[in-house]
Structures are given as structure tokens and as C-alpha cells.
């Protein structure tokens, strides 16, 4: 399984550092991991981050279709949230977290339900925001790099948790470019 942790985590790698430039591309990227990870993370009974990676690999199909769409001569525009989005947003994703750590810690042999669960929908929301081109999704992907990599390191996957701690720099790095792009005027319309 490790070899296939190792290339899940090149292609994430690939991946978040195509979608801090904005670029489409990052998406066949993610789709070969996802589904790869998929399988990484049911041997590590990591059950949330299983079924997530069936999440991200709809949302990243519709990211693409997105993204497409919206591509422009400049790059791909993002914009910020309104301040009652972020709310709602923000209420909405605490809620799911609640909800379905607690639904994990009941009924399955998850080996972390809460905090398996925070990175979830954590990770939900962050992509969605991002296939939605918002700059919030950077603050969540840094929020869900930093709970990521203890646990990881503790389930043993090793590679999984390095490729998170560099993750964490290239969300800090994604913040910093949306950020540029979004006051330069490339929000969307």
C-alpha cells in the first residue's frame, strides 16, 4: 500500500500547486489521487477521509466543468465571500462536522471519528468554496493541513503526513496568490 500512498501523495502535490496558479490542469491530477487515496485510507480505517475521496472525486469533475467555464486570458478569476455566506458556510460545516463524527464514533471502528470527521468537512467546504473560485477555501485547506498531519503520522502513513506539512505551504501560498488575483480584479462576475 505504500507505493500507492507515495503516488497518491506526488499527485496531490501536483495537484494543489496547479490550483494555486489557477490553472485547470490540476484537476486530472486530483482525480487520479482521490481515487487512489480512496484505498489508502480505508486500510488506515480512516473511514471519513475514505468516503470523502468519493466527495472529491464528483466535485472535482465539477470543478473542471467549472473552471472551463470561467477561464479567461488572465487565468481562472476568484472572488471573495460575502459576509453572510461565510456564516452560513461556517454554521453549515460545523453542523456536518457534529453531526457526522458522532454518527462515526457510534457506529463504525473509526480510529479517530472527531477529528477524522473535522477534516472531512472541513475539506468538503474547502472544496466546494474552491470549485466555486473563493479565496475562504485557502483558510480552511490551511485549517485542515494543520489537524492532518499528527493524524496521519499517528495512523502511520507517513508519506500521507509529509505531503501534508508541504500542503501547508502551498495553501499559505494559494491564499497569498487569490488574495493578489481577487484584488486585482479578477473576481467573478
Given at each position: ?47 471519513s477521509d475514505m468516503l470523502l475521496q468519493g ?135
Amino acid at each position: 500500500m505504500s507505493q500507492i500512498e507515495w503516488l497518491a501523495a506526488a499527485l496531490v502535490l501536483i495537484n494543489v500547486a496547479l490550483v494555486a496558479l489557477r490553472s485547470v490542469w490540476n484537476y486530472p491530477f486530483a482525480l487520479v489521487a482521490v481515487t487512489l487515496y480512496a484505498f489508502v485510507f480505508y486500510e488506515a480505517k480512516l473511514y471519513s477521509d475514505m468516503l470523502l475521496q468519493g466527495f472529491f472525486l464528483v466535485l472535482n469533475l465539477y470543478g473542471l466543468f467549472a473552471w472551463v467555464r470561467a477561464r479567461q486570458d488572465s487565468g481562472i478569476p476568484v472572488g471573495w465571500l460575502n459576509t453572510r455566506a461565510r456564516w452560513v458556510w461556517g454554521g453549515a460545516t460545523v453542523a456536518a462536522w457534529v453531526g457526522w463524527s458522532a454518527a462515526m464514533h457510534r457506529y463504525t471502528d473509526a480510529a479517530a471519528p472527531w477529528i477524522d470527521g473535522a477534516i472531512a468537512m472541513a475539506s468538503i467546504t474547502a472544496q466546494w468554496l474552491l470549485a466555486r473560485r473563493r479565496v475562504e477555501s485557502w483558510f480552511l485547506w490551511i485549517f485542515v493541513d494543520l489537524i492532518a498531519v499528527p493524524l496521519f503520522a499517528w495512523r502511520g502513513l507517513y508519506a500521507t503526513s509529509a505531503v501534508y506539512v508541504v500542503l501547508l505551504g502551498l495553501s499559505i501560498d494559494g491564499l497569498i496568490q487569490w488574495r493578489r488575483a481577487a484584488a486585482a480584479g479578477a473576481a467573478p462576475a
